[in-house]
T-cell receptor
Framework: GEDVEQSLFLSVREGDSSVINCTYT??????LYWYKQEPGAGLQLLTY?????DMKQDQRLTVLLNKKDKHLSLRIADTQTGDSAIYFC?????????FGKGTRLHILP | DTEVTQTPKHLVMGMTNKKSLKCEQH?????MYWYKQKAKKPPELMFV???????INESVPSRFSPECPNSSLLNLHLHALQPEDSALYLC????????????FGQGTRLTVV
């Protein structure tokens, strides 16, 4: 398909891990990104991964990339209330940064 | 410094006004982007500048006019906008248009009345 696909909503208990999944479109995409957007704010780059990698870890964040299936995931360990936001997956395709529709992460107490 | 600075943060303009949005970065990035984001939607690409030249225009109406005066600065000139153009306008930059880290500004919230 032409679109970057993400599930629209995820609900997680505080302290648990959150896993947000994404399917991108172009196997030749060089860079894949995860952004966080809080209400009324711009986009915060959380992490990115180059297409020749299959995993990247940065503190509580782990990105897994499966190039064969064009599948990208973001794991947030020990989810906190401050992690409540919309998370966008994006790919760099044909010199454009193309976004998924975003996953709203809701934290349960 | 990984900051992309956008001004103003908020803008209200009438349909006959002319205004400009400004974006600045000092990371030495050579690709800069304008995006439009409507409420509860993902950002949509409008323009890409690469090495100060317009490389991509996503069929944006001519009432939006981009300008890249130098490698650190990107403007978006607005004229005769419609109420449906009200949105969050986001600027981004990367080392070059093939990718690496892509940083976004906090956006300009535009309301057309």
């Amino acid at each position: 398909g032409e679109d970057v696909e993400q599930s629209l909503f995820l609900s997680v208990r505080e302290g648990d891990s959150s896993v947000i999944n994404c399917t991108y479109t172009d196997s030749s995409s060089t860079y894949l990104y995860w952004y966080k957007q809080e209400p009324g704010a711009g986009l915060q780059l959380l992490t990115y991964i180059f297409s020749n990698m299959d995993m990247k870890q940065d503190q509580r964040l782990t990105v897994l990339l499966n190039k064969k299936d064009k599948h990208l995931s973001l794991r947030i360990a020990d989810t906190q209330t401050g992690d409540s936001a919309i998370y966008f997956c994006a790919e760099n395709r044909d010199d454009k940064i193309i976004f998924g529709k975003g996953t709203r992460l809701h934290i349960l107490p | 410094d990984t900051e992309v600075t956008q001004t103003p943060k908020h803008l209200v303009m009438g349909m006959t006004n002319k205004k400009s949005l400004k974006c600045e970065q000092h990371m030495g990035h050579r690709a800069m982007y304008w995006y439009k984001q409507k409420a509860k939607k993902p950002p949509e690409l409008m323009f890409v500048y690469s090495y100060e030249k317009l490389s991509i225009n996503e069929s944006v109406p001519s009432r939006f006019s981009p300008e890249c005066p130098n490698s650190s600065l990107l403007n978006l000139h607005l004229h005769a906008l419609q109420p449906e153009d009200s949105a969050l306008y986001l600027c981004a930059s990367t080392w070059d248009s093939r990718g690496t880290e892509a940083f976004f500004g906090q956006g300009t919230r535009l309301t057309v009345v």
